[in-house]
């Protein structure tokens, strides 16, 4: 371009701003980034599922879960789910405020049972007047039932008074017979993916609770558990906001009603969930305060501060202990459901689970030929293919869920195959073109993105997203 005098301020000028312009050119030369225009086509693209047999009369994903196996470990919890239930029976929790027909039915048998002794005491006293010593027995007796139904009649008053101030939900309805167990917590803390966990239900089968950062419980949502309908894990918006006032939670959100509680955090406690834990504690409402996504915590203090993970533990055990009074935390990862609290998490909440897993218990019996089940004692998935689990996604829309040694893989077009995985020792590989490792898995668990490593030089590497 040329500069001119005029309002530049002649020539002078302008040759300094010349001077300036092709300064500052060189400068954003030497820190600047070359894009091609038609750069050379990459070898990230979709050409790793060249080669395999996809089909739109392939099963679905879920009809593809739904034909594997059920693992022993969803028979054991299976049994506890049972267990609960046959202890439940039809009578509801004693912190629950509201009269069941098997309470009502419980004072009326008392009631009846306590006239019928006054009616046999007043026809026996005039035989037993020479008998001080049994006259004075039976009198006890018969006082002794009459506190216990004024005492029984109380209870139902005061609970049902309460049920006033602590209306139960419409949408929580048939308490009787069933087991409800809460989930709180704000968005982002992985309520739908510990629901999911919990309830051992495969990455997009039927009933998955949809996960991921977008997701945001609005209302309350219920998850019964495959095959215990009556046994239901319920999703519930955080506490705090304008829909949901911190002040009328408890009430709003029928928690007294549950039988259980887990209050869910990724970080910190909130002054809003300590004082929920102290309104379920002053209600006999048992509750459990459960740390999330511990091992991105470990990780990272690693990566930071070289802190190895008993050490981060100790420091979040510590941390909720002094600054929220948190003493029995339950740090889990969902990612990772044999580590760190997860297991302790599972028998706590399900007291059957734990009869199940203990070696005294009349039915852990090794050397029962059940035991000696091909079934019972399954292959152990090496770690790399045990934190590969699950639902993943890549940036051609296509979704690979890894159940086992096989993965599900649906295009965005609606073809389907399944393809087998190979390993290797401490390596998984995907077409035998790709491979990943623990550091692969490690990074995987801190950003979401898994990276498949190409094995030949012409290959770029894939990528895969959680889904």
């Known amino acids: 371009f040329e500069l001119r005098g005029g309002w530049w301020g002649g020539n002078s000028m302008s040759a300094e701003l010349l001077s300036a312009l092709f300064k500052r050119r060189s400068d954003v030369d030497k820190g600047a980034q070359t ?65 069941s027909a098997k309470d009502a039915e419980r004072l009326q048998m008392l009631t009846e049972a306590v006239a019928k002794m006054q009616r046999e005491f007043a026809a026996e006293r005039e035989g037993l007047a020479a008998s001080r010593e049994e006259l004075e027995r039976r009198e006890a007796e018969v006082r002794s039932r009459e506190q216990a139904l004024q005492a029984e009649r109380e209870e139902q008053r005061r609970r049902k008074e ?91 959100m029928g928690l007294r009603y549950f039988d259980k509680v887990l209050i869910l955090t990724a970080g910190r406690f909130t002054s809003m969930e300590v004082t929920l834990r102290a309104e379920l504690e002053r209600h006999s409402v048992p509750f459990f305060m459960v740390r999330t996504k511990v091992d991105i915590d470990v990780y990272n203090n690693h990566e930071d501060n070289q802190r190895d993970q008993e050490t981060t533990l100790r420091e979040i055990r510590q941390d909720l202990r002094s600054n929220h009074g948190v003493t029995d935390a339950y740090l889990i990862s969902s990612r990772d459901v044999e580590s760190y609290d997860m297991p302790r998490l599972m028998q706590d909440l399900f007291p059957g689970l734990k009869r199940q897993l203990d070696a005294a218990a009349p039915t852990f019996c090794p050397g029962a030929p059940a035991w000696n089940d091909a079934w019972a004692m399954p292959d152990a998935l090496s770690p790399v293919l045990s934190a590969l689990q699950g639902r993943w996604t890549d940036a051609f829309r296509a979704v690979y869920l890894v159940q086992g040694q096989q993965v599900h893989v649906t295009l965005a077009n609606g073809q389907r195959a399944v393809v087998p995985l190979t390993q290797a020792p401490g390596q998984i590989f995907w077409c035998s073109r790709w491979f990943i490792s623990d550091d692969s898995i490690t990074k995987a668990r801190r950003s979401a993105e898994l990276c498949w490593v190409p094995t030949l030089a012409g290959d770029a590497p894939l990528v895969w997203w959680w889904a």
């Open 35 to 99: 894009w091609e225009s038609a750069p050379q086509k990459s070898s990230a693209d979709a050409s790793h599922l060249k080669g395999l047999e996809f089909s739109s009369n392939a099963p679905s994903a879920q009809e593809w879960l739904q034909q594997l196996d059920i693992t022993p470990e969803e028979d054991h919890l299976a049994e506890a789910l049972a267990d609960g239930l046959s202890e439940r029976r039809e009578s509801l929790p004693s912190h629950v405020p509201a009269i």
């Open 162 to 252: 309460e049920s006033v101030n602590y209306p139960q939900p419409a949408w929580l309805e048939n308490l009787e017979g069933t087991i409800n167990i809460g989930v709180v917590g704000n968005s982002g803390v992985g309520k739908s993916l510990l629901i999911n966990k919990l309830r051992r239900v495969r990455p997009g089968g039927v009933g998955w609770a949809p996960v991921g950062v977008n997701e945001t419980t609005r209302e309350p949502t219920k998850y019964p558990f495959p095959g215990h309908p009556k046994v239901c894990l319920w999703d519930l918006p955080g506490a705090g906001t304008a829909a949901v006032p911190s002040d009328t939670y408890v009430q709003d």
